[in-house]
């Protein structure tokens, strides 16, 4: 069966665990942090257009204009979400403001440069030949990301606050498959700059 499923991913955070371990002060976010010569956002925003989501919208926040700046070239829209130090549940919001007639939606966060298309593309597939609300990969029992939410979870996402995010829907709503894969990429996120030195 094939459905229409939308990319949104979240980029907005102020990276406060990630400049924590930079010089003082310092101001970048870790979207804009280099792995295989690219910022990490810009690998996650290439996966997703390979996995042909659309319409897919990459939500900015901290340091908003140098983000959108990295992505230069890709067929991405960037939506700015000006309540981003509110938390996760904002950034979700102002992403659905570029979402129309989708029937899923693949949640995706912009430090886990390891994604792949075919990885967001056997999600998809997954979730569209089962009868469920959610979708949730998990790697030897490690629960991972990106998500993927049926209809009826896109539609509580408004009830969201502050920091909660997609898994607070996943959690208290409906029938949520727990879809196990081999590929460790879904576990694999970037919050501290050591984290570059393990994804070689």
């Known amino acids: 069966m094939k459905i229409k499923c ?5 980029a907005a955070g102020t990276s ?3 400049r924590a371990h930079m010089a003082p002060h310092a101001q970048d976010s870790k979207m804009l942090a280099l792995y295989q010569g690219e910022p990490i956002l810009r690998h996650v ?3 997703a257009l390979g996995a042909q ?12 204009q140098k983000v959108e700046a990295a992505l ?3 067929n991405v829209h960037c939506i700015f979400n000006p309540a981003y130090q509110q938390g996760m549940a904002s950034s979700l919001q102002a992403g659905m403001a570029g979402m129309a007639d989708i029937d899923a939606l693949c949640v995706l966060l912009g430090d886990m440069p390891l994604i792949s298309s075919a990885l ?3 999600l998809c597939d997954a979730f569209a030949h089962q009868s469920c609300d959610g979708l949730v990969p998990f790697y030897q029992g490690q629960r991972g990301n990106p998500v993927i939410l049926g209809r009826a979870i ?8 502050g920091d909660q995010g997609a898994r607070a829907l996943l959690k208290s709503h409906g029938h949520i498959i727990e879809y196990s894969v081999h590929d460790a990429a879904v576990i694999r996120d970037v919050d501290e700059p050591s984290a570059l ?4």
């Open 6 to 10: 939308g990319g949104l991913i979240l």
């Open 16 to 18: 406060s665990r990630w």
């Open 45 to 47: 925003v290439r996966a």
């Open 53 to 64: 989501l659309a319409p897919l919208c990459v939500v900015t926040g901290f340091e908003a």
């Open 72 to 74: 230069a070239g890709l």
């Open 120 to 122: 967001i593309t056997e």
């Open 154 to 161: 896109i539609d509580r996402i408004s009830s969201l606050r």
């Open 197 to 200: 030195n393990d994804l070689q």
